[in-house]
């Protein structure tokens, strides 16, 4: 990427900020750890913008009538303009990019997708208010773009999260430390944005006789490979965490309770086809119980939570190795607290 040689990014980000819009600052200077800090925050709402932008991408290319927004590009519609930071990230990382921590090939193979993603939903765009019509494979490059982007920044985020230790050292997912911090994170940007997001318990079947039948080491195979598995069929934007023992939690933004069963009926089958291997002769089938809860503006993230367990015992209480999902958040009955 030849970052240093283009001056565009330097003058976009010296443009005055919309009215009432707030301009993207500097990395603190405050040392390591601070830097750390703020940029792990720069990540983690750049993907939420980038949901946001997609929904909204998606909606003016399927509905005709929808109005082009004035947050496609940064220009007010200067369709000859080289950049376009239509977002918080573009400015930011045009402002940083000099910077020791972000000038690296990572981050800048994530800002060369980012602008090609948003290129890409702008040639749509323009498209569709030229001719009226979708380009198919212009739309299936600006998926492919935007897929890669949320799983680049993902791995930058574990990146700087292993480095500020907020990651469990046996699994690689995020940590329970991290966790609650995250957790109201995201349900703070899922009230404001009003996109639904859901909190998943997944629980491992008959974990305490691995330990007892082959050993703790096998068990920690069992929780590495299960672990693997979560993080690489989730969606790029989900996280997962390590709740505790053989309970790990995962977040899924942008997702109500149907396309929340989907995605974990989906990691449950995988988990059930993916026997884990302890030895050279031996292999272990594992099977997991998920139960999961939506996010509300009437509840507190530990109650979110709770509620997922309730439809993790009801899991477990229906034979195990399968998924529900909590549907009466109405009601407030306490349910008998699962079996591990």
């Known amino acids: 990427m030849s970052d240093r040689s283009q001056s565009a990014p330097d003058k976009a980000a010296a443009k005055s900020p919309a009215k009432g819009h707030k301009m993207p600052g ?81 981050m800048h193979a994530l800002a060369t997708t980012h602008q090609q993603l948003h290129e890409s939903a702008k040639r749509l765009i323009e498209g569709r208010e030229l001719d009226g019509e979708v380009d198919p494979a212009e739309f299936d490059m600006m998926a492919l773009r935007a897929e890669s982007f949320f799983s680049q920044l993902r791995r930058l985020e574990r ?13 690689g997912t995020y940590n329970r430390q991290t966790m609650l911090g995250d957790l109201n994170a995201e349900r703070e940007r899922a009230i404001r944005t009003e996109v639904p997001t859901a909190v998943a318990l997944v629980d491992l079947d008959h974990f305490k006789a691995v330990n007892d039948t082959h050993g703790h080491q096998a068990g920690d195979l069992v929780l590495q490979s299960i672990a693997g598995i979560l993080q690489s069929h989730v969606r790029p934007f989900d996280k997962v965490y390590r709740y505790g023992g053989e309970e790990f939690l995962i977040c899924l933004p942008n997702a109500d309770m149907t396309q929340c069963a989907r995605v974990l009926e989906r990691l449950r089958r995988v988990v059930e086809a993916s026997p884990v291997p302890i030895t050279e002769t031996t292999t272990l089938p594992v099977t997991a119980s998920i139960g999961a809860a939506p996010m509300t503006k009437g509840r507190s993230v530990e109650q979110i939570i709770e509620k997922a367990d309730q439809a993790l015992y009801a899991a477990k209480q229906g034979g195990r190795n399968r998924v529900r999902v909590w549907r009466n958040p109405d009601d407030k009955k306490p349910a008998e607290k699962h079996k591990k």
Request: glycine fraction near 6%; include cysteine; charge should be negative.
């Open 26 to 106: 500097s990395v603190a200077d405050g040392g390591m750890a601070d830097a750390e800090r703020d940029i792990l925050a720069e990540l983690d709402k750049a993907l939420g913008e980038h949901v946001a932008l997609l929904l909204r991408w998606n909606r003016i290319l399927v509905l005709p009538d929808s109005p082009l927004p004035s947050d496609v590009d940064g220009n007010d519609h200067d369709h000859d303009a080289p950049h376009h930071h239509d977002c918080d990230f573009g400015a930011w990382y045009a402002i940083n990019r000099h910077n020791r921590l972000i000038d690296q090939p990572a």
């Open 159 to 171: 990146a700087f999260r292993t480095a500020r230790s907020d990651v469990d050292p046996l699994t």
